[in-house]
């Protein structure tokens, strides 16, 4: 699934896609997903809207729903074919009926979805059009790159010809350098003289089938043999020449040596391939990508050389292996094979692990440049999706300043996190069409007269089964979606509702991502506006993060906020990102101290220190505090000692509809 989406944008970016829809909530929904994939979209909105599209734009792909007004999905795509048979339709339906389906195979439809869309299915439609645009691009820059330009390519390419049965009958001198083979040596003989035994033969049965029975080019990455046993790859394009009436006169092949480009990466997948029991170690030089912010592009490349050098060396002292495999970007690979270490997972590893330790403390010096190499290490020993596995690994090492993993089975475990994370985003779309994403409501407690002074308001989600959900279960993917502003617009339509009805204090979260987006930024200042009379018994409790973006647009909304009469409350104090330095800036009105601190203030002398720190501060310069996580009488009995203002938690009462606290 990630390959195939990866082979999408490597083509799809550049395409044009023309989508039809005229239900505007689907159209929004498969539009959010079509953007990841293509830049430029054509919207229409029927039938007749999407013929006149395509005639005024340059369109390479069509996706259409069938029932729409003015002229259906299949009356449209009957009339596009009729200006361009080969423009590639995709028909949604959420009709699963014959007639459809036969009408779809007359007009020549490419795919035929039901609704609703299911993304994978989707995905490899599109991945199976894309392929078929890769392979008509390169077969047609291929051939007219031999029309025209038939000197230079016999001049810079490998190139072959051979008779209907095979029989080469023409080599140029390229094609006896690379191979190793005369001319003498070569013609009258079948080109598997050069093949590898490692090809699959299926790659040939397809290449035969092409061009001789679908008498259409063939395209592909082949490895070959010279005749001294060496191996090198090839671009190949395999292509029949046809005389006036469609009939095979020969066969021509025009290939590019790859093997200084692709050998490393290819080379090192057959051999993961071949290998019984393989350890494969990927490594990339630490802070290699800092290097290119302090030297030129030839010094980088000469440190990148030395320590491959020198990274090469080291390990050949250690370990048995073929290859060294120099990659891209300051990255290499070794594979070695386990069968000589009875645990990898202990010995192998605690072996390794040294070895790391020891490259780190090493220093390699030249051309008056002291570089001090250190390695990240994505190690794999179980064979399924080794290669993907070792470099997602690899990839968690940069993200958490990491250096060592080991990755086994890595590709399988993020593809299953990335389904869970699909199932969550189809309950929140669910949720928020069905009016399912709610408000609970937690009293804050005023701790001299142990009366409720406000509510906080926390959002929560019903699920298809009536389960009321936590936000802990779908608030992290939703700010990773394109739902989260969609729910932080209903908390506060809901927050504000109760404000209204009931006339209570409402505290309310906001984080750095929503007062950052615009439309809710305005969303709030119009709720402040039609509540005007009410709006000094809101708080905003500010969660910060280390994604802040645009620091002054925070700091502009906290002063027009304030304006309204609104209270500041910085969430989480004493814990994360949240700090004094901070207070500056946003000014607030009042510190709620960070859980963590409170749930362990019994026990934890730091915790009740800090505490009491944070309790002073705030007295001296004026601000209310707000304990969390209030749990019990004991603690509830510290924090008001202590002078803590307000007080929440389970102690007193759990989240609930306001109903459950106000009749």
């Known amino acids: 699934m990630l390959k195939n989406i990866e082979e999408i944008l490597k083509y799809s970016k550049d395409l044009t896609l023309l989508y039809v829809e005229d239900n505007d909530d689907a159209r929004e929904m498969t539009l959010m997903f079509l953007e990841d994939f293509f830049d430029n979209i054509i919207v229409a909105v029927d039938g007749q809207d999407g013929v006149e599209k395509f005639q005024e734009n340059k369109i390479d792909l069509v996706l259409t729903d069938i029932n729409m007004p003015r002229l259906n999905g299949l009356e449209m795509a009957k009339k596009i074919k009729e200006q361009n048979e080969d423009t590639p339709i995709i028909v949604v339906s959420a009709h699963n009926e014959d007639n459809f389906f036969l009408e779809s195979i007359e007009i020549g439809i490419n795919a035929y979805l039901?609704?609703?869309?299911?993304?994978?299915?989707?995905?490899?439609?599109?991945?199976?059009?894309?392929?078929?645009?890769?392979?008509?691009?390169?077969?047609?820059?291929?051939?007219?790159?031999l029309k025209t330009y038939?000197?230079?390519?016999?001049?810079?390419?490998?190139?072959?010809?051979?008779?209907?049965?095979?029989?080469?009958?023409?080599?140029?001198?390229?094609?006896?350098?690379?191979?190793?083979?005369?001319?003498?040596?070569?013609?009258?003989?079948?080109?598997?003289?050069?093949?590898?035994?490692?090809?699959?033969?299926?790659?040939?049965?397809?290449?035969?089938?092409?061009?001789?029975?679908?008498?259409?080019?063939?395209?592909?990455?082949?490895?070959?043999?010279?005749?001294?046993?060496?191996?090198?790859?090839?671009?190949?394009?395999?292509?029949?020449?046809?005389?006036?009436?469609?009939?095979?006169?020969?066969?021509?092949?025009?290939?590019?040596d790859v093997t200084t480009i692709m050998n490393p990466a290819k080379q090192l997948k057959d051999a993961i391939r071949d290998c019984s029991n393989p350890i494969l170690l990927f490594m990339k030089l630490d802070k290699f990508d800092m290097l290119k912010e302090f030297?030129?592009?030839?010094?980088?490349?000469?440190?990148?050389k030395q320590a491959m050098n020198y990274l090469q060396k080291k390990f050949e002292q250690h370990y048995k292996f073929d290859t060294f495999y120099t990659l891209e970007n300051g990255k290499c690979a070794i594979l070695i094979s386990a069968d000589k270490y009875l645990n990898p997972q202990e010995e192998f590893i605690q072996d390794l692990r040294k070895l790391q330790e020891d490259i780190t403390n090493e220093i390699i010096t030249f051309n008056n440049i002291v570089y001090d190499i250190a390695i990240l290490i994505s190690v794999v020993y179980e064979k399924n999706k080794m290669l993907d596995s070792a470099a997602l690994g690899l990839k968690k090492l940069l993200k958490t300043n990491g250096s060592f993993i080991v990755a086994n089975n890595l590709v399988d475990k993020e593809q299953a996190k990335a389904k869970e994370n699909m199932e969550v985003v189809s309950m929140i779309?669910?949720?928020?069409?069905?009016?399912?994403?709610?408000?609970?409501?937690?009293?804050?407690?005023?701790?001299?007269?142990?009366?409720?002074?406000?509510?906080?308001?926390?959002?929560?989600?019903?699920?298809?089964?009536?389960?009321?959900?936590?936000?802990?279960?779908?608030?992290?993917?939703?700010?990773?979606?394109?739902?989260?502003?969609?729910?932080?617009?209903?908390?506060?339509?809901?927050?504000?509702?109760?404000?209204?009805?009931?006339?209570?204090?409402?505290?309310?979260?906001?984080?750095?991502?929503?007062?950052?987006?615009?439309?809710?930024?305005?969303n709030i200042l119009q709720l402040l506006n039609e509540h005007k009379e009410h709006a000094h018994n809101v708080v905003f409790e500010l969660l910060e993060d280390e994604n802040i973006k645009e620091f002054d647009v925070i700091k502009s909304f906290i002063t027009e906020v304030k304006s309204y009469g609104v209270k500041i409350a910085i969430d989480d104090f004493g814990a994360g990102y949240s700090n004094y330095e901070r207070l500056l800036d946003y000014q607030p009105d009042i510190l709620k101290i960070d859980g963590c601190l409170i749930r362990d203030i019994e026990t934890s002398s730091y915790s009740l220190s800090v505490v009491k720190s944070i309790v002073t501060f705030a007295k001296e310069q004026n601000i209310q505090t707000v304990a969390e996580f209030i749990e019990n009488e004991s603690i509830f009995n510290i924090v008001r000692e202590l002078g803590v203002d307000f007080s929440q938690g389970y102690y007193f009462n759990k989240p609930e509809p306001i109903t459950h606290y106000i009749d």
């Open 114 to 145: 039901l609704k609703p869309i299911d993304m994978q299915h989707l995905t490899n439609a599109l991945f199976q059009i894309v392929q078929k645009y890769k392979y008509q691009l390169q077969a047609q820059e291929n051939l007219h790159f």
């Open 150 to 256: 038939q000197e230079t390519v016999n001049i810079n390419s490998i190139v072959s010809k051979a008779d209907i049965k095979g029989n080469i009958t023409y080599v140029n001198d390229i094609f006896c350098e690379i191979s190793g083979y005369t001319r003498e040596e070569l013609l009258g003989k079948k080109h598997n003289i050069v093949r590898h035994p490692d090809n699959p033969s299926a790659i040939f049965e397809e290449m035969w089938h092409t061009i001789s029975k679908e008498k259409k080019p063939w395209q592909g990455i082949v490895r070959n043999r010279a005749k001294d046993g060496k191996s090198y790859y090839v671009n190949s394009v395999v292509a029949p020449i046809l005389d006036m009436h469609g009939n095979i006169l020969e066969y021509i092949s025009i290939r590019h």
């Open 295 to 304: 030297y030129d592009y030839k010094t980088v490349e000469e440190i990148e």
């Open 429 to 522: 779309q669910t949720a928020l069409k069905n009016g399912n994403i709610i408000s609970y409501f937690q009293p804050i407690v005023d701790n001299k007269t142990q009366e409720v002074a406000k509510y906080e308001s926390l959002v929560r989600l019903i699920d298809s089964t009536g389960k009321v959900v936590s936000p802990f279960f779908f608030l992290d993917t939703a700010k990773k979606s394109n739902y989260y502003s969609q729910i932080t617009d209903t908390v506060l339509k809901h927050s504000f509702s109760v404000l209204k009805m009931y006339g209570v204090s409402i505290s309310i979260n906001l984080s750095a991502l929503d007062i950052e987006q615009k439309t809710t930024r305005e």
